[in-house]
C-alpha cells in the first residue's frame, strides 16, 4: 500500500470512530440494515452486527457506511425497499379483480369526484376548462353538478326506472328546468359502470408506467391504449393512477382523439380527480330539486 492510501485509510478510520461515537448515526445505520437486509437475517441480534462492524478491520467499512447514511445516500437500496414486491409489480391480471370488487362495493355506499376537460393545441399546448363538473354516484343513481368558474350553473339527476332513465336539469342562470326520459342506462353518465369496465381492462391490457404523487398520496399510474378501448389506431389511451396503499383511483384521464376536431385541436382530455370514496352523501342527494319559480322547458 502506498503513502496517499495509509493516509486515506486512517482518515476513514479516524471518520468511523468518530462517527461511531454519534448514536443518532448509529441508530440511522441500523435502521438502514433494517431496510436493507432481509427479515430472517435482520432476527440476528443487533449487538453481535454492531460488535462484527467495529472490529479495527472493518472500520474502513464501516466509516464509508456511516458517511453514506450521514449525507443521505444508500446506494445498497434494494428492489424490495423500492417496492419490487408491492402489489404493483405483480401483473395487472393478479390484482385487477379485488379493485373491480372494491369499486363496485364503494359504489354502493357512495362515490364522488371532480370532472374536467383539457384541450390540446396542435402545438403542443394545453388549456383547461374553467368549466368543472361534481359528479355523485350511489348503487344506480347519479348525480352532476356542473361549474362555470366556481359558480353553480346547473345540476342533473339521472334516476333509473325499470325500462328508462330520467334525466332532470336545472339551469340555475335562466331559472329553467328540464325532463328528459332516456331510453337505458347512459354510460356516459354511468361512473361505477366505467371504473369497474377499466378494472377489467386493466387485468387484461394495463401497463405500469411509474410511481407518482397525486394529491399529496403515493400512487401508481398505469397506462390502457386505445387500441384496447375500441380498437382505435390514434394515441388515444387512458391513464389511471391507483392509489398505493388502497388500490382505488385516485386520478384519471380519457384522452380522445376525433377527426371532427378543429384543425388546430389534437385531442381533448376528460381529466377526473378529487375523488372521494366515502363520502357523507345526504339523503337526498340523487332527488331532483327544482327551486321554486323556475320554468320547465320541454325539449324538442
Given at each position: 500500500m502506498n503513502w496517499s492510501n495509509e493516509c486515506t485509510v486512517e482518515r476513514l478510520n479516524r471518520l468511523g470512530k468518530r462517527l461511531a461515537e454519534q448514536p443518532s448515526v448509529v441508530d440511522r445505520v441500523m435502521s438502514e440494515v433494517d431496510r436493507a437486509v432481509p427479515l430472517r437475517i435482520r432476527k440476528f441480534d443487533q449487538l453481535r452486527i454492531l460488535t462484527i462492524m467495529f472490529k479495527p478491520r472493518n472500520l474502513v467499512a464501516v466509516a464509508a457506511v456511516f458517511?453514506?447514511?450521514?449525507?443521505?445516500?444508500?446506494?445498497?437500496?434494494?428492489?424490495?425497499?423500492?417496492?419490487?414486491?408491492?402489489?404493483?409489480?405483480?401483473?395487472?391480471?393478479?390484482?385487477?379483480?379485488?379493485?373491480?370488487?372494491?369499486?363496485?362495493?364503494?359504489?354502493?355506499?357512495?362515490?364522488?369526484c371532480r370532472e374536467q376537460f383539457v384541450t390540446v393545441a396542435s402545438d403542443g399546448s394545453r388549456s383547461t376548462s374553467s368549466t368543472t363538473s361534481t359528479v355523485f354516484s350511489a348503487g344506480n343513481r347519479y348525480r352532476c353538478d356542473i361549474y362555470d368558474e366556481g359558480h353553480l350553473r346547473e345540476s342533473q339527476w339521472y334516476v333509473p326506472h325499470a325500462d328508462e332513465l330520467t334525466q332532470t336539469s336545472v339551469c340555475y342562470n335562466d331559472k329553467t328546468y328540464t325532463v328528459t326520459h332516456h331510453p337505458k342506462t347512459r354510460e356516459e353518465v354511468d361512473l361505477m359502470t366505467r371504473m369497474e369496465s377499466l378494472a377489467q381492462l386493466l387485468s387484461e391490457s394495463g401497463r405500469?408506467?411509474?410511481?407518482?404523487?397525486?394529491?399529496?398520496?403515493?400512487?401508481?399510474?398505469?397506462?390502457?391504449?386505445?387500441?384496447?378501448?375500441?380498437?382505435q389506431a390514434d394515441e388515444a389511451a387512458v391513464h389511471i393512477w391507483l392509489d398505493q396503499a388502497t388500490k382505488m383511483p385516485l386520478k384519471i384521464t380519457w384522452k380522445s382523439v376525433d377527426h371532427s376536431f378543429p384543425v388546430y385541436i389534437v385531442a381533448r382530455i376528460l381529466v377526473q380527480d378529487h375523488f372521494d370514496w366515502n363520502p357523507a352523501l345526504p339523503a337526498d342527494t340523487f332527488e331532483p330539486e327544482i327551486p321554486a319559480g323556475f320554468t320547465k322547458v320541454d325539449n324538442k
Amino acid at each position: 500500500m502506498n503513502w496517499s492510501n495509509e493516509c486515506t485509510v486512517e482518515r476513514l478510520n479516524r471518520l468511523g470512530k468518530r462517527l461511531a461515537e454519534q448514536p443518532s448515526v448509529v441508530d440511522r445505520v441500523m435502521s438502514e440494515v433494517d431496510r436493507a437486509v432481509p427479515l430472517r437475517i435482520r432476527k440476528f441480534d443487533q449487538l453481535r452486527i454492531l460488535t462484527i462492524m467495529f472490529k479495527p478491520r472493518n472500520l474502513v467499512a464501516v466509516a464509508a457506511v456511516f458517511a453514506l447514511v450521514a449525507f443521505g445516500l444508500r446506494p445498497w437500496a434494494t428492489n424490495r425497499e423500492n417496492g419490487a414486491d408491492a402489489w404493483w409489480f405483480a401483473s395487472p391480471s393478479a390484482w385487477a379483480g379485488e379493485l373491480q370488487a372494491a369499486i363496485k362495493e364503494a359504489g354502493q355506499r357512495g362515490v364522488s369526484c371532480r370532472e374536467q376537460f383539457v384541450t390540446v393545441a396542435s402545438d403542443g399546448s394545453r388549456s383547461t376548462s374553467s368549466t368543472t363538473s361534481t359528479v355523485f354516484s350511489a348503487g344506480n343513481r347519479y348525480r352532476c353538478d356542473i361549474y362555470d368558474e366556481g359558480h353553480l350553473r346547473e345540476s342533473q339527476w339521472y334516476v333509473p326506472h325499470a325500462d328508462e332513465l330520467t334525466q332532470t336539469s336545472v339551469c340555475y342562470n335562466d331559472k329553467t328546468y328540464t325532463v328528459t326520459h332516456h331510453p337505458k342506462t347512459r354510460e356516459e353518465v354511468d361512473l361505477m359502470t366505467r371504473m369497474e369496465s377499466l378494472a377489467q381492462l386493466l387485468s387484461e391490457s394495463g401497463r405500469r408506467l411509474g410511481t407518482a404523487s397525486v394529491e399529496g398520496q403515493d400512487a401508481v399510474e398505469f397506462e390502457i391504449t386505445a387500441k384496447k378501448i375500441a380498437a382505435q389506431a390514434d394515441e388515444a389511451a387512458v391513464h389511471i393512477w391507483l392509489d398505493q396503499a388502497t388500490k382505488m383511483p385516485l386520478k384519471i384521464t380519457w384522452k380522445s382523439v376525433d377527426h371532427s376536431f378543429p384543425v388546430y385541436i389534437v385531442a381533448r382530455i376528460l381529466v377526473q380527480d378529487h375523488f372521494d370514496w366515502n363520502p357523507a352523501l345526504p339523503a337526498d342527494t340523487f332527488e331532483p330539486e327544482i327551486p321554486a319559480g323556475f320554468t320547465k322547458v320541454d325539449n324538442k
